[in-house]
Nanobody, 121 residues
Framework: QLQASGGGLVQAGGSLRLSCAVS??????MGWFRRAPGKEREFVAA???????YYADSVKGRFTILRDNAKNALYLQMDALKAEDTSIYYC???????????????????WGQGTQVTVSS
């Protein structure tokens, strides 16, 4: 089970830190996706069990994905936020035995409920 939190309203240029609490298992590959109004859910960032990180071009250099294996938690540090980052953000995990990162939402088996991030310009 995944539970995302930490969303909110922030001004452009500001920062937010999203958290994802993981229970019921451990997952080698975890990620964040987002869905803006009227758009498809898109890949934001992913991390594997070794700590290798991957980012969408739109967030590279501004967002950082982190994981704390001791706490079984996933984070997304978002800096220099833009109005176009406004979305519902979802944490996700691939199957527990999977070690390959994917950028496709269809490859993620477990999903959190989403947390709203709104960036005002």
């Amino acid at each position: 089970q995944l539970q995302a939190s930490g969303g909110g309203l922030v001004q452009a240029g500001g920062s937010l830190r999203l958290s994802c609490a993981v229970s019921g298992g451990t997952y080698n590959v975890m990620g964040w996706f987002r869905r803006a109004p009227g758009k498809e859910r898109e890949f934001v960032a992913a991390i594997n069990h070794r700590g290798d990180t991957y980012y969408a071009d739109s967030v590279k250099g501004r967002f950082t994905i982190l994981r704390d294996n001791a706490k079984n938690a996933l984070y997304l540090q978002m800096d220099a936020l833009k109005a176009e980052d406004t979305s519902i953000y979802y944490c996700a995990a691939r199957g527990s035995a999977v070690t390959v990162v994917s950028f496709s939402r269809s490859q993620y088996r477990y999903w959190g409920q989403g947390t709203q991030v709104t960036v005002s310009s």
